[in-house]
């Protein structure tokens, strides 16, 4: 009798640059990649997948200098495989293969007319068609037979490409060919959270879906335990910011029915690290190779979080 075989997509997106959204991304990664190895969990591959069409600069953290790389610009269903750069890991296992899927970080500047015979001129004409390029990559990987973790690194904000991916991927759930997660992460600036709140809510209605996972991530980028700490007059209570968070957000289902979009909201705390700002500092920078332990996630990311179904408890 084969074995079961399971599939999960993370799609991590903010609504405003700056918050820390590639590193949790990538932290999502290394920590399933370790526990796969570890036996854990069972993926037998994870992908890191930029679709960040402005072009993110995580090959830069990925990946030593010199190495050549392969861009999912350069995409082709005929070696689909092709555009998976393998990511260097200080354990050399083959239980659970860890890949980057990158989009080339200047091609954006570029003001070519044709790119691979495709008209690129016309920005939504080149988002249909990077679209449908990830959707048939990820069905072909997933048609494998293999486990596959599928962590996207979204560009800020849900502009129409990001929502028809997303209802392509409930697609994809519904016909039980993977689990989907969503993650918003913002800072405790009070502007970014006001603006996560104000976007989940004008969208709650197109977002719609029952058994939505749907995760919002506060980043201490600023090290405000730290400071709370250190500063008697200074206020800081995760907790609470969640709890106000979540009485914020507002429900768009049919009226009567049970207020799904708040029902499965979590809200999960990624505290300071300040090891992991220092890997990014130039001057300082650490490779992932040399680190893994950079991008883990803490016990308190992955147990401690605040939910409607939790609250009072």
Not at 115 to 129: A, C, D, K, P, T
Not at 264 to 283: D, F, G, T
């Amino acid at each position: 009798m084969s074995k079961e075989v399971h599939n999960k997509l993370i799609m991590v997106n903010s609504f405003k640059g700056g918050t820390g959204k590639t590193s949790v991304a990538l932290s999502h990664c290394v920590y399933n990649w370790k526990m796969s190895l570890a036996g854990t969990e069972d993926y037998s591959r994870v992908f890191f997948i930029d679709i960040d069409r402005l072009g993110t600069s995580m090959s830069y953290i990925l990946f030593q200098e010199g190495k050549k790389l392969r861009y999912f610009d350069d995409y082709s269903p005929e070696n689909y495989e092709n555009v998976c750069n393998e990511v260097e890991m200080p354990e050399d296992r083959k239980d659970c293969m860890f890949y980057a899927v990158l989009l080339n970080p200047v091609a954006a500047l570029r003001q070519d007319y044709f790119v691979h015979g495709r008209l690129r001129q016309y920005m939504e004409s080149g988002s249909v068609i990077f679209e449908e390029d990830l959707l048939d990559f990820i069905e072909k990987c997933i048609s494998d037979g293999e486990n596959n973790l599928f962590v996207l690194d979204c560009s800020p904000g849900l502009a129409e490409m990001e929502r028809r991916l997303l209802g392509d991927f409930y697609g994809l759930r519904d016909r039980g060919k993977l689990k989907v997660e969503e993650i918003y992460v913002t800072t405790f600036d009070s502007s970014q959270i006001k603006k996560t709140i104000n976007c989940l809510n004008a969208d709650a209605d197109v977002l719609h879906k029952e058994e939505r996972e749907v995760n919002i991530v506060l980043n201490d980028l600023y090290n405000c335990r730290g400071i709370a700490r250190d500063n008697a007059d200074f206020i800081f209570n995760w907790k609470e910011t969640a709890e106000e968070i979540l009485e914020e957000l507002k429900d768009k289902g049919d009226k009567g029915k049970e207020d799904n979009i708040k029902n499965s909201v979590k809200i999960r705390y990624k505290q300071y690290e300040e090891k992991q700002l220092r890997a990014n500092i130039i001057n300082n920078k650490t490779f992932l190779i040399n680190d893994t332990s950079l991008y883990a996630l803490q016990q308190e990311y992955r147990d401690e979080y605040v939910s409607v179904n939790r609250k009072g408890k």
